[in-house]
C-alpha cells in the first residue's frame, strides 16, 4: 500500500524531479526496499492513466486553438497528459481560452470564467 502511495505521488510530480532526490527520500525514511515495488506500480498506474484517463481540452473556436497552444502545453508535464492525444472540443460558451478537463484535474482558463470573476468582483464592491 505505502508503494501505490509512493507511485501516485511520482505520477503527480512534475518532471523536474531528480531520481537522486526520490531515492534520497526514500533512504532518509528508510523505505529504499520499496523502490522495486514503487517502480512496478507507477508503471500499472501510467499505463492505466494512458488507457482511461481521456483528457478532453475545450475551445471556443477550433481555430483559436494554435494561439493557445503554448499555454495548454504548459500544463502537459504537470498534469500528466500529452496535448497532441487530447480530445479537442469546441464550445463557444467558454468565449476564449481554453479549458482542460480530466478525471483527476481541470484547469479553466476560459475568457468567460475571468468575467464571472469580473462580475462577482464588481458586484461585491458595489453591494
Known amino acids: 500500500m505505502l508503494a501505490h502511495h509512493y507511485a501516485q505521488a511520482l505520477l503527480r510530480l512534475t518532471h523536474s524531479v531528480s531520481t537522486e532526490s526520490i531515492t534520497g527520500i526514500l533512504k532518509r525514511k528508510g523505505h529504499s526496499a520499496l523502490l522495486p515495488a514503487i517502480i512496478a506500480e507507477y508503471d500499472t498506474l501510467r499505463s492505466r492513466r494512458e488507457r482511461y484517463g481521456r483528457t478532453t481540452i475545450r475551445v471556443a473556436k477550433k481555430e483559436a486553438l494554435k494561439k493557445q497552444e503554448s499555454s495548454i502545453k504548459s500544463y502537459e508535464s504537470e498534469m500528466g497528459f500529452i496535448m497532441q492525444k487530447a480530445d479537442i472540443v469546441e464550445d463557444p460558451a467558454i468565449v ?8 483527476e ?3 479553466d482558463a476560459s475568457y468567460r470564467q475571468k468575467l464571472v470573476h469580473l462580475f462577482r468582483k464588481m458586484v461585491d464592491t458595489v453591494v
Open 105 to 107: 484535474f481541470e484547469v
Open 96 to 103: 476564449g481560452g481554453f479549458v482542460i478537463e480530466s478525471e
